[in-house]
């Protein structure tokens, strides 16, 4: 598997096509296929949904804590699907870099999960 290092805070990355806004010497596995998302798209429309309502209450200049569960609501939501997407990494990517017995890859994969903690 070949693996890119990105050299700069925003890079194109040339295995992808894509432009990454990664951390410098972060790593992207060339030849992975990342998994796909898209059922998250409905949490994100929901969440979406949840924050216009937060808006329209501040226009309306409805009561603060109406306010405020709201937003407890929309940040649930989030953590729901930032949970969803953990898991499916963890299920994937993480799973194919250990089956891989590559201990870069091993290594890289434990240091993204560190990073994302130490974030929280």
């Given at each position: 598997?070949?693996?890119e290092?990105?050299?700069?805070?925003?890079s194109?990355?040339d295995?992808?096509?894509?432009t990454?806004?990664?951390p410098a010497?972060?790593f992207?596995?060339a030849?992975e296929m990342?998994?796909?998302?898209?059922a998250?798209?409905k949490?994100?429309s929901?969440?979406k949904?949840q924050?216009e309502?937060?808006?329209?209450?501040?226009d309306e200049?409805r009561?603060?804590?109406?306010?405020?569960?709201?937003i407890?609501a929309?940040t649930?939501?989030?953590k729901a699907?930032?949970?969803?997407i953990?898991?499916?990494?963890?299920k994937?990517?993480?799973?194919?870099?250990?089956q891989s017995?590559?201990p870069?890859?091993m290594?890289?994969?434990?240091n993204?999960?560190?990073?994302?903690?130490?974030?929280?």
């Open positions: 598997m070949k693996v290092k990105h050299s700069e805070t925003k194109d990355c295995s992808c096509d894509a990454h806004d990664a010497g972060d992207h596995a030849s990342h998994p796909d998302h898209a998250s798209k949490r994100i929901r969440i949904g924050m309502a937060v808006a329209r209450m501040i200049r009561y603060c804590p109406e306010i405020i569960y709201q407890r929309a649930n939501a989030m699907l930032e949970q969803e953990l898991r499916v990494h963890l994937s990517c993480v799973k194919t870099a250990f017995k590559d870069f890859e290594d890289e994969k434990v993204e999960i560190l990073k994302m903690m130490s974030t929280i």
